[in-house]
């Protein structure tokens, strides 16, 4: 067992159960992503609640960049640490579930990052940045807060809709893309396909495929995911077991599937409210909206409630 996952199980009993919003407070559009960033942005959204106080749990997730034009609050890590809210948000891969609270209501509207494109419009390695909220001025320059205060106020004032924004966001992205190494971009499209493949796929076949040393995958897949490889399957196969729990109806195959791919039943429950945040059982009550959508498969393409093998 490698560090990071000592370091994970250590952080399990560090969670807390909170109040959560309840769904019927919440909506949230999705905006396509037009065939051109596809590789790089796997949806676009439009998320509002107008609660006063909103209490929700971020899921183990991929990075995105987001305003906030209402609502201010701040996220809690499972490290004890906090990161304040700002209007124009870098929200850095998540590698554990991170509970947070905002006032005064909440509108977000984003791009959902893919690794690839995380890395093409960051450069900045998802392991050392991971579970942090960021202002994106502080990493992408001033012309991203520029754009984003700027963007923020016209949708505050009614002169910009929440799909205007996200798709001037979209061609900010498209123009700040820098060049990723081809033979890196290849693991990852790789990776991903491997994380697609089965709900615990082997390890072996990973290193067996990559044309990298076991060694040189590591190291990678922890850049440009966040995490070493054996714990990345360990967080995409909580996620999906999570996307299978909360859909309507579980199918017998899919029971059976999540059946062999944990030890046992206690195990399922510890890995699942590790990177989503939830017991099982919580899931199934569909109490949280925000974690629905952010299970969606647009949001995490790995990931397909419905079957296996449609990586990126």
């Known amino acids: 067992m490698d560090r990071a996952d000592t370091d994970l199980d250590a952080a399990i009993a560090g969670g807390e159960t909170l109040e959560l919003t309840p769904r019927s407070h919440f909506q949230i559009d999705y905006i396509a992503t037009p065939a051109s960033l596809s590789d790089y942005i796997t949806t676009f959204y439009h998320f509002r609640c107008d609660e006063e106080v909103i209490r929700d749990i971020q899921p183990a997730a991929i990075g995105h960049l987001a305003l906030f034009p209402i609502g201010r609050g701040k996220m ?7 990161d304040p809210s700002h209007e124009v948000n870098l929200l850095t891969p ?9 006032t005064g209501g909440f509108h977000a509207i984003g791009a959902a990052l893919s690794p690839l494109g995380w890395a093409a419009l960051t450069g ?3 392991n050392e940045h991971g579970n942090r909220l960021y202002r994106a001025a502080d990493f992408l320059g001033p012309e991203v807060e520029e754009l984003g205060l700027g963007l923020c106020a016209d949708y505050r004032s009614g002169a910009k809709t929440g799909p205007d924004c996200a798709l001037a966001l979209g061609e900010y992205i ?8 081809e033979r890196h971009a290849e693991l990852i499209a790789y990776t991903n396909r491997w994380l697609s493949s089965a709900l615990d796929p082997s390890l072996d076949d990973l290193y067996a495929g990559a044309a990298y040393s076991e060694r040189q995958v590591q190291r ?15 967080k995409y196969r909580a996620l999906r077991a999570a996307a299978y729990f909360s859909l309507p109806e579980l199918a017998p195959e899919f029971e059976a599937q999540l059946g062999e ?5 206690s195990h399922m429950i510890r890995e699942i409210q590790l990177f989503v945040g939830r017991t099982p059982a919580r899931l199934a009550h569909h109490d949280s909206p925000y974690l629905a959508e952010m299970l969606d498969q647009r949001n995490f393409r790995e990931i397909d409630p419905r079957g296996m093998g449609e990586g990126e």
């Open 220 to 234: 990678l897949v922890e850049r440009y995911f966040g995490l070493p490889p054996q714990t990345l399957l360990r």
């Open 94 to 102: 998540f590698s554990v579930a991170a509970p947070f609270e905002v």
């Open 261 to 265: 791919a944990f030890y046992d039943q």
């Open 76 to 82: 809690q890590f499972r490290d004890g640490t906090s």
């Open 124 to 126: 900045l390695s998802a």
């Open 174 to 181: 498209a123009t700040h893309l820098k060049p990723v190494n």
